[in-house]
């Protein structure tokens, strides 16, 4: 029953490609109908495709880690398409096609299967990555995804000559030991280029900057999102945490390298693509601590992150100047920068703060001090641009007026994050079902292969 | 033996990356790599002395060669070539804007912008 | 009487309610304003000490509580004071300034819940967290001020971040260890815990944020540039009572853990730990008062004044015996109530002539004589001249350090008092006497309600300083809070090792010499008043009538002293932009260049993997 | 000297993949994993064993093409997902290039070209077509006979200036696409499993034999084929 997730998407998008434009009406049903789906399924069930039992066939698991996940990303492509405005013409065959693949992702047991799904997504991404005006970003974005898709293959076909079979849940329990290194070291080039860990990221300030304001919003959230899931699902669940230490050095890289940087852009949606790599540089390094707690707070910061960045890339990417005349607009830019850099009432502190305590009770005081450098660096950016918008003299040169659901769905995204900055449990029991998913393997395990 | 080749072939690939100035020849590096990883796929699957994995007249009985690696590579060539056919047209899209697929000439013209 | 949360939760909505009510009417807001903060500060006055509440839970098994001490009601108090006249003061001054009102109303109410969270929380992490949103409350003011005002806000709160992530770090390192937070505890485990470099780590990271905050000497630069172009009346707020916040977190990292238990005397009783923040107060006093002289802009040099009161302050709270702690504390209320009474004076001004620099103004004292009254009163009680409390404070505090003998710090501050007579007296030449400037000769003086409280302001510094006792009292309660030996003081004799103060007799004596000299002016006969123009000198006539104020470059014989002086804002500025040179170096290299530089570092990421892992 | 660089990196990558090689079992002398000795004798849900040509009956697959079997049944949802990725390329460079005219090159195509397209494309289009309708039975399937097919017409793009398909390709994409999912689902509404194959396999090496693995290749080649063209009218347009 899972895979309707899946289908429901993919046949909309077959049925539509005559007729593109009208598409953008049905978009919104169709999120709708996926998000009742999985509401109605119950959270641990594995469904065996055409039949054949684990090993053999491909299989999709809906456990806790995945349910929830499922429903974030779901819930952000709802938002999405309740804003026809910055979805431009013809795009919106292509949003369906990122939402079963970003379903299929999530679900997916099967490491080659998981391949053709990056693929799916990386394509559907060069698609939105290219506008008018940035075919060359959208084509080196290509060339980045299609060498990390190769090395991602190789990484599989790897891990099949060592445990035989393509399941996830085959390759946890029986690769032969010499295997694991060189499949880890593969499948980490393969998804970190998608990450945005940080020699490997080059294309992000170019395809978020690609001047349409779907590309920024779509790819720094919902995409980051299920990537950060493939992430955890591959080297927690099924590699055990082997090759997190060296994850943990590319983090911190990640975030100092991605903050320094921003710190000399001029552009507000390059410096909050800049962003958007340290903090997914912090998720990464948080994560890569190691035990339960580091993934439930790592996906409780990812989550705090992603309804940040909704907001501010929606509105970096439709008016970028000042906020006189769209009060709502410059309102929950505010609240969603204060929440970035952690300011006590908002929801990034939450998690900063929980990350902070968790990473001295692993006596790691390398990673506060990097974080508390980091935001330092980053409230002074975010503020300038904040301060720069707020009291941008400049009479903007079109007075663009965000419509009214824009403008709705900031402010609810804002208030959200307010309130999660004081009630957290909302999003921490998420990230919570999130860790028991991905940590417990043995469960993960049976249920895939013993059960049928 | 045919190990060698593919990973020679990717090296071929890489190099052709790294050395190109033209966007166009990253494109077909970019063909050479793929087309290496799969080489590499199916001489995965190989067996001495073994057929193709077909029930026909000539082998009815299963005497065939490791099938599964040959399915993986049917695809990975299709998903090389939708990436292709996009990478192709970007390249267009990129030649009518800024007149050239050179590497240099490229940065130079953003920089101005 | 409602409790302590709850006062802090009024102020969080009321901050809301404000922004409503000044949208409908500016008038209407600014007197809520002051209404809520009066009442805030009656609920403060009669709170019982000790009085205790628990506010919400964060980490799992560390509530936090709100608890009211001696120190943190003298703080709260202190602040309290400054911001409520302020408040009424704001309630004309609104009128006419181009900000937007709504929103100042309404931050300056979240500034004062942070302020009131800050003063009663009684572990570490309710106190950052009450900190931030201070910091977030004035960070949202500070650039409705002029162009310059843009930077201003980020390079304060650049460096109180820097400041308050130094403090998280080290609470965070006493969590880990001790699993506790709350101060006493906090102290209890110190003063056992074997290991000499966790402790010296632990306060000064500590004391860090009370550095940022209150610019003492590392991180001094941002006050000139926030004090000098926040809005006028909130640079009020902003010297007045936010840089208070930075002594009480010294206070805190000072006193409350008790740094002379922790560690050995290493000069007379004084532990290192203190004497290295003693000298940078001396520092902070010597950029200070030197910095001063040389300012043209009258709110920046009175912000440099404020790095060298908060030198005062340290050194006083530094030396931990009870003459020098006392004086410290007084220090804090005369610094507070000065610098918001100047600034006040300078809003007047500026509210009626426009500009702040010195040398474009001149004669006011006939247009606005009662602004001028509070100046003088004000620079009066900053230099420390006896009749105002300023100088009790200075004389508590230079009688510690001789009793202590440390005879170096001794001058320093005998230098940075003097040289605050220099730098005081130069905006009262240069605003208040010399020649009234043809465009301001139709200046009046500005409205009753900005009036009333700056000479309140003026009383209480008088009244202060005659008859201290109720500042004594609770200074003699916080000292046995904290387990400093009490200085015995009556009503108006203070007693001190060196012998006793009697403000009483000083005030009688000054205000005799105050009638005689009145009288004496009265007698003699006054010298004819003459027009600028009608004089002679030798055959050449007087057209221009401007030109003999003689405001411009008033201390350039000084200034020509040191004019190569070492400047840390530059210094920081070129740190700044190394940090940009590196990030434009890594944005060249890894993101802007062409594919086969993704390539490139693809490969290169694999071959050290490779290298590394095998 | 940037040369340089290039060989020494490519020399270690390439001495990074051979050291790899002492873990991969020697060329030739591959043991075949458990699951491809599934996929070959057929019995993943143990009722196979010994196919023969012509002879056993009603397997669980049925399919003679082993890689066809793999490829449409034991692992579909690969090949959906597959083609999808053609999909949404052919979508994507419709969007790139959303010219509208078709680029005339203004030269008459030579006289052989336009005599032989007349004889060679029905030969072309049958050849295609018997591919993908016996992709069970003999090696090649749904993809190398669409893009057979699409070859056909790129052959009708070069021989006249005036042919053009305008909207055809999409629809047929389109629908092609959807009843493949569309069988899927039938599956799914009468076993509860998605893509289950719930037609009779019949005997190994018939036409009419391996169930849905038939019209879900044909579908696929239809597909392919329509996608292909697709890409290739979208590069013949102007702008």
């Known amino acids: 029953m899972s895979a309707l997730l899946i289908i429901i998407p993919l046949l909309a998008g077959f049925l539509f490609i005559p007729f593109k434009e009208k598409a953008k009406y049905i978009l919104p049903l169709v999120v709708i109908t996926t998000l009742i789906i999985l509401l109605l399924l119950s959270p641990d069930q594995t469904n065996a495709m055409g039949g054949w039992k684990a090993p053999f066939g491909i299989v999709l698991v809906l456990d806790s880690a995945s349910y929830y996940s499922l429903l974030v990303v779901n819930i952000v492509f709802l938002l999405i398409s309740l804003m026809p405005q910055i979805v431009e013409k013809g795009y919106s065959v292509v949003l369906l096609i990122l939402l079963a693949s970003t379903n299929g992702l999530v679900l997916t047991g099967d490491i080659f299967n998981s391949f053709v799904f990056l693929e799916i997504t990386a394509v559907a991404a060069y698609i939105i990555a290219f506008s008018r005006k940035n075919p060359y970003g959208a084509f080196k974005y290509l060339i980045l995804g299609g060498i990390s898709g190769a090395f991602y293959l190789l990484g599989a076909i790897y891990a099949y000559i060592g445990t035989g079979s393509l399941n996830f849940a085959d390759i946890s329990v029986n690769i032969k030991e010499g295997f694991l290194p060189i499949v880890a070291l593969l499948i980490f080039i393969g998804i970190g280029v998608e990450s945005k860990i940080f020699p490997l990221a080059g294309w992000v300030p170019d395809v978020y900057d690609s001047g349409s304001p779907l590309t920024p919003v779509i790819l720094g959230t919902g995409v980051t999102f299920t990537i950060m899931y493939l992430f955890g699902r591959i080297f927690i669940t099924v590699f055990h945490g082997y090759f997190l230490d060296v994850v943990f050095i590319f983090g911190l890289l990640t975030i100092v390298l991605g903050e320094l940087a921003a710190l000399r852009q001029n552009k507000l949606i390059k410096a909050l693509a800049f962003s958007s790599i340290a903090q997914a540089g912090l998720v990464l390094s948080t994560i890569s601590l190691g035990g339960y707690e580091a993934i439930k707070f790592g996906y409780f910061h990812l989550l705090n992150d992603i309804s940040a960045k909704l907001v501010l890339f929606i509105i970096a990417a439709t008016i970028a100047h000042n906020f006189t005349e769209n009060k709502i607009a410059g309102v929950s830019f505010s609240i969603a920068s204060f929440s970035l850099i952690g300011f006590p009432l908002f929801a990034g502190f939450r998690s900063k703060l929980l990350i902070l305590q968790l990473a001295f009770s692993k006596d790691n005081y390398l990673l506060p001090a990097v974080v508390l450098f980091a935001t330092v660096i980053e409230a002074a950016y975010i503020l300038k641009w904040n301060i720069k918008l707020w009291h941008s003299t400049n009479t903007g040169e079109e007075k663009q007026k965000i419509s009214w659901n824009v403008n709705l769905i900031l402010l609810i995204v804002a208030l959200l994050i307010i309130f999660i900055g004081i009630f957290p449990d909302l999003y921490l029991k998420m990230a919570q079902n999130i860790a028991d998913g991905l940590t417990n393997y043995r469960a993960y395990v049976t249920n895939v292969l013993g059960g049928m | 033996m045919v190990y060698y080749i593919a990973f020679i072939l990717i090296g071929v690939g890489i190099y052709g990356f790294l050395t190109q100035k033209n966007l166009f020849k990253h494109l077909v590096s970019l063909t050479i790599v793929d087309t290496a990883v799969n080489i590499f796929i199916i001489s995965l699957g190989y067996i001495e002395g073994k057929e193709a994995p077909i029930y026909s007249k000539y082998t009815p009985i299963a005497n065939f060669v490791d099938p599964l690696p040959q399915a993986l590579v049917l695809t990975a060539i299709v998903i090389g070539v939708g990436t292709l056919a996009l990478g192709a047209s970007l390249l267009i899209k990129v030649y009518e804007k800024y007149g050239t697929l050179d590497v240099e000439q490229i940065a130079t013209k953003e920089a101005e912008e | ?614 | 000297m940037r040369r340089f660089i290039s060989i020494v990196i490519v020399f270690g990558l390439i001495m990074f993949f051979i050291n790899t090689l002492s873990l991969l079992p020697k060329y030739g002398s591959v043991n075949i994993s458990k699951v491809s000795e599934a996929y070959i004798d057929k019995n993943v849900n143990g009722n196979g064993g010994n196919v023969k040509y012509n002879e056993s009956e009603s397997l669980e697959n049925g399919a003679a093409n082993v890689v066809t079997s793999i490829v449409v049944d034991y692992r579909s949802f690969d090949t959906l997902g597959e083609v999808t990725v053609l999909f949404t390329a052919a979508l994507g460079v419709s969007l790139v290039l959303n010219g509208i005219r078709r680029k005339k090159y203004g030269r008459r195509p030579n006289f052989i070209l336009r005599v032989s397209v007349g004889i060679l494309l029905p030969l072309i289009i049958l050849f295609g077509t018997y591919i993908f309708i016996h992709g069970h039975l003999t090696p090649g399937g749904g993809f190398p006979g669409g893009t057979i097919i699409a070859a056909g017409i790129l052959l009708l793009y070069l021989s006249n200036e005036e042919f053009d398909l305008s909207k055809t390709p999409k629809f047929v994409e389109g629908i092609s696409g959807s009843l493949y999912i569309v069988t899927g689902l039938v599956g799914l509404a009468i076993a509860g499993v998605f893509l289950i194959n719930f037609l009779p396999t019949g005997i190994v090496g018939d036409l009419f034999s391996a169930g849905i693995v038939p019209i879900v290749y044909i579908l696929i080649g239809f597909k392919v084929g329509a996608e292909l063209s697709g890409i290739v009218a979208d590069l013949h347009r102007e702008g």
């Open chain 3, 1 to 614: 009487m409602i409790s302590l949360t709850n006062l802090i939760l009024v102020f969080l909505i009321g901050s809301i309610v404000s922004y409503l009510l000044t949208k409908a009417n500016k008038i209407l807001g600014s007197i809520f304003n002051f209404l809520l903060i009066s009442y805030a500060l009656y609920v403060v006055w009669n709170i019982k000490v000790g009085h205790e509440e628990v506010l919400f839970r964060i980490l799992r098994d560390v509530e936090r509580t709100l608890k009211v001490t001696n120190l943190g009601k003298y703080f709260a108090i202190v602040s309290l004071i400054v911001i409520s006249f302020v408040a009424f003061f704001i309630i004309e001054w609104i009128r006419k300034k181009d900000i937007k009102p709504a929103a100042f109303n309404s931050f300056l109410l979240l500034m004062v819940s942070g302020i009131l969270g800050v003063f009663f929380s009684n572990d570490l992490l309710t106190l950052y967290i009450f900190w931030e949103i201070a910091v977030l409350g004035s960070f949202l003011i500070v650039p409705m001020g002029k162009k310059e005002s843009k930077r201003a806000a980020i390079i304060y709160v650049v460096t109180s971040a820097i400041g308050s992530y130094m403090y998280l770090f080290a609470t965070f390192s006493i969590y880990q260890r001790y699993g506790i937070l709350s101060f006493e505890q906090v102290s209890q485990y110190l003063a056992n815990d074997s290991s000499n470099l966790f402790k010296w780590f632990v306060i000064l990271f500590i004391a860090s944020a009370g550095i940022a905050k209150s610019g003492i000497f590392p991180l001094h630069t941002w006050l000139r540039i926030t004090h000098g172009n926040a809005p006028d009346a909130f640079s009020a707020v902003l010297s007045g009572q936010l840089v208070k916040m930075g002594s009480y977190v010294l206070a805190i990292a000072l006193s409350v853990f008790p740094t002379t238990q922790l560690f050995s005397s290493f000069y007379h009783g004084v532990p290192l730990l203190n004497y290295v923040l003693i000298w940078l107060g001396n520092i902070s006093i010597l950029i200070g008062t030197f910095m001063a002289i040389r300012q043209n802009d009258m709110k920046q040099l009175i912000a440099f004044s404020s790095i060298a009161n908060g030198g005062y302050i340290l050194v006083g709270l530094g030396i931990m015996n009870s003459i020098g702690y006392a004086g410290g504390l007084f220090h804090v209320f005369n610094h507070a109530i000065a610098a918001a009474m100047i600034f006040l004076s300078f809003a007047a001004v500026v509210y009626r002539t426009g500009t702040t620099k010195i040398d474009e103004m001149g004669g006011l004292i006939w247009r606005m004589p009662w602004t001028f009254v509070t100046y003088l009163v004000g620079i009066i009680s900053l230099a420390g001249i006896p009749p105002t409390s300023g100088f009790i404070s200075k004389w508590m505090i230079f009688s510690s350090l001789v009793s202590k003998g440390m005879f170096i710090t001794l001058a320093i501050t005998f230098i940075g008092s003097v040289g605050s007579f220099l730098y005081v007296f130069r905006p009262l030449a240069g605003v208040f006497l010399g020649q009234l400037k043809r465009k301001h000769s139709d200046v009046k003086e500005v409205p009753i309600i900005m009036l009333v409280p700056m000479l309140l302001f003026v009383i209480l510094t008088i009244l202060i300083g005659v008859y201290p006792k109720p500042v004594l009292d609770s200074i003699v309660s916080i000292e046995n809070e904290v387990g400093i030996k009490a200085i015995e003081h009556s009503g108006t004799i203070i007693k001190t090792p060196l012998g006793q103060w009697n403000t009483l007799t000083v005030f009688t004596m000054f205000s005799v010499g105050f009638i005689i000299a009145a009288i004496l002016y009265m007698i003699f006969p006054k010298g004819k008043k003459v027009d600028l123009t009608d004089q002679y000198t030798g055959g050449e006539y007087l057209y221009n009538y401007d030109l003999y104020h003689y405001a411009t470059g008033f201390y350039r014989f000084i200034e020509r002293l040191y004019d190569k002086h070492p400047s840390f804002e530059k210094l920081y500025e070129k740190l700044v932009s190394f940090f940009r040179y590196i990030g434009y170096f890594t944005y060249k290299l890894v993101y802007k260049t062409s594919p086969s530089g993704y390539v490139f570092w693809i490969t290169i990421v694999i071959l050290i993997l490779f290298w590394v892992r095998w």
